[in-house]
Structures are given as structure tokens and as C-alpha cells.
């Protein structure tokens, strides 16, 4: 079964201290990887995606997030955190499962608290 | 501003009353989703439309009907709803359904009230 996993439910960083914010996946084909930010009272936002090519994926906002196929993780990462970004961030993973026709499978999610 | 426009914003309704929620994008995306979001949860899939015809429903209740007049518009139609029932409901779009490897993109929600 196809799966993906944020082992955290919140993560709390000071203002320009680097962020990460993990996500583990589990799938039996080809990984194409997805993280979105959720702002209060807003929809998801997609931020950057891994399909193939370089381990090393740049988003919107400053964000990047890297491919480990060994580890089977695809981290969100920040150099320097704002507190603007404070909010949910999710993780999803291309399901690739018979009838599911590639719809995504979300994590639980990260709630991303950057303090000043 | 999101690219895919829902309305209304938010919708309180009894339970014996019939509305509707409406999403629209104009990027030309052929597949539509419809997702239920309860608070702090991650967005539960309910229906996918591909090339206006429903490929996917999520053995979701029948007092959810969803449909999609056309490539830019898809509704769902609400009618004898539970308290259980309220929550962010969220629609998406994505160049193709299937295989594809293009993001979904979401509009803001409708906050759904059930009295």
C-alpha cells in the first residue's frame, strides 16, 4: 500500500534559523513527490514537487526540499525561517495503486511555528 | 489570489436544506477534485472528474452529488446533510487526472455549517 508519513506534528523554529520539516514515503512505483502549505482559512498551496532528475528540488517562498531514495524521504527544507511561514505543511505522494488513477496521498500534516 | 475560485466562502444550512458549492478555474486543467477538510486533518479525497466525466467517488454518501456542467465548472449539490458533515470543503484542479505528474492547484474552501 502506498503511504506517506510527517513524523511530526509540530515543529517550532526561531526566526532565521534553518527549518526542516520531514516527510517518509512508501510507495511501489515511482515516487513523484509534492509539498503544499496550508495558511489559516486558506486552501492548499503547492510548493514544490519531485518527479525525477535532481535529489535537490526548489520551490516557492525560499523553500527546497531533497530526494533520498535510500532513506525514502523527501524533507522540506528552509536556510533561514520566517514567521510568516508559519502554518501547515503537507506532504503528498502520487498513489499509484490499482483504480486510484494517481491521486494524491496526504500526510497528516506539520504545523510549522517560527517564533521571532 | 488562487487560480481556482470557490463560492460562497462559508454556508451554514439546516439539515433538511438543499444548496450547492461551485467551483471554476480558467487555467484549462481537464481533471476537477472535490475534497473534504476537517480541521487540522489532511483533505479527504471525494470525487474526481476527468475530462468531465466522474472517474472517481469515494464510496462518499449520496446526499453529496457532484456534477460538472463543463471543463471550467464543477458543483456539488448538498441536500439532507449531518451535523458530521461540516467541515472545509476544498476543490482542486490538475492539468490531467491519471498519471500525470502536474500538481494539483486549490481553491480556498467553503466552510460548511451544519445546524
Known amino acids: 500500500a502506498q503511504s506517506v508519513a510527517q513524523p511530526e506534528d509540530q515543529v517550532n523554529v526561531a526566526e532565521g534559523n534553518p527549518l526542516t520539516v520531514k516527510c517518509t514515503y512508501s510507495?511501489?512505483?515511482?515516487?513523484?513527490l509534492f509539498w503544499y502549505v496550508q495558511y489559516p482559512n486558506r486552501g492548499l498551496q503547492f510548493l514544490l514537487k519531485?518527479?525525477?532528475?535532481d535529489n535537490l528540488v526548489k520551490g516557492s517562498y525560499g523553500f527546497e526540499a531533497e530526494f533520498n531514495k535510500s532513506q525514502t524521504s523527501f524533507h522540506l527544507k528552509k536556510p533561514s525561517a520566517l514567521v510568516s511561514d508559519s502554518a501547515l505543511y503537507f506532504c503528498?505522494?502520487?498513489?499509484w495503486g490499482g483504480g486510484s488513477q494517481g491521486n494524491l496521498i496526504f500526510g497528516k500534516g506539520t504545523k510549522l511555528s517560527v517564533k521571532p | 489570489d488562487t487560480e481556482v475560485t470557490q463560492t460562497p466562502k462559508h454556508l451554514v444550512m439546516g439539515m433538511t436544506n438543499k444548496k450547492s458549492l461551485k467551483c471554476e478555474q480558467h487555467?484549462?486543467?481537464?481533471?476537477m477534485y472535490w475534497y473534504k477538510q476537517k480541521a487540522k486533518k489532511p483533505p479527504e479525497l471525494m470525487f474526481v472528474?476527468?475530462?468531465?466525466?466522474?472517474?472517481i467517488n469515494e464510496s462518499v454518501p449520496s446526499r453529496f452529488s457532484p456534477e460538472c456542467p463543463n471543463s471550467s465548472l464543477l458543483n456539488l449539490h448538498l441536500h439532507a446533510l449531518q451535523p458530521e458533515d461540516s467541515a472545509l470543503y476544498l476543490c482542486?484542479?490538475?492539468?490531467?487526472?491519471?498519471?500525470?505528474?502536474?500538481?494539483?492547484?486549490f481553491g480556498d474552501g467553503t466552510r460548511l455549517s451544519i445546524l
Open positions: 482542486a484542479s490538475s492539468q490531467e487526472g491519471g498519471l500525470g505528474n502536474q500538481p494539483q492547484h
Open positions: 487555467m484549462g486543467h481537464r481533471a
Open positions: 472528474y476527468s475530462y468531465e466525466k466522474l472517474s
Open positions: 510507495v511501489s512505483g515511482n515516487p513523484y
Open positions: 519531485y518527479i525525477t532528475g
Open positions: 503528498a505522494v502520487r498513489d
